[in-house]
């Protein structure tokens, strides 16, 4: 049964409540997605691209009628130190958070970690300057 005769025909709610058992197919990279090794009963991405599907509203209801592909955007860390994607809808542009599972990719993880640092909003060579704009001297010292 597809994900989408599946919400049609449990309550509202259902996944919330109940695990998520399913296998299913990534349609953005085409691995397959087994429930196994997530570390959760809650299989909501996939571990080797670490992209979504738009399927809900709020976690588990698969209310949304969206369908988009949510591709992960950034990662934060919450109060108890677990990470979490950030997904973002390429059709709607909707926002969702997701808590990290055990097998994901943890190259594609951490390349994503490191993209504020590897593309910074201002031009890397200026950092002396803008340093000294702000009253610090801007020389890069050599700890001997």
């Not at 097998?103 to 300057?129: H, Q, T, V």
Request: proline share 6%; charged share 25%.
């Amino acid at each position: 049964m597809n994900r989408e005769n599946k919400r049609k025909s449990f309550e509202k709610g259902y996944y919330k409540k109940h695990a998520c058992n399913e296998s299913f197919t990534c349609k953005v990279c085409g691995r397959l997605v087994v429930p196994a090794g997530a570390g959760s009963d809650h299989r909501n991405h996939c571990p080797n691209c670490l992209s979504s599907l738009h399927v809900d509203i709020e976690p588990g209801d698969r209310a949304s009628d969206c369908g988009g592909h949510m591709e992960p955007a950034a990662v934060w860390v919450r109060k108890n130190g677990e990470w979490a994607i950030i997904h973002r809808c390429r059709i709607c542009g909707g926002f969702s958070s997701n808590r990290i599972a055990a097998d994901d990719n943890p190259m594609k993880l951490m390349s994503i970690a490191m993209r504020p640092l590897a593309a910074p909003p201002f031009p890397i060579e200026r950092i002396e300057e803008m340093t000294r704009m702000m009253g610090g001297e801007g020389n890069i010292q050599v700890c001997k």
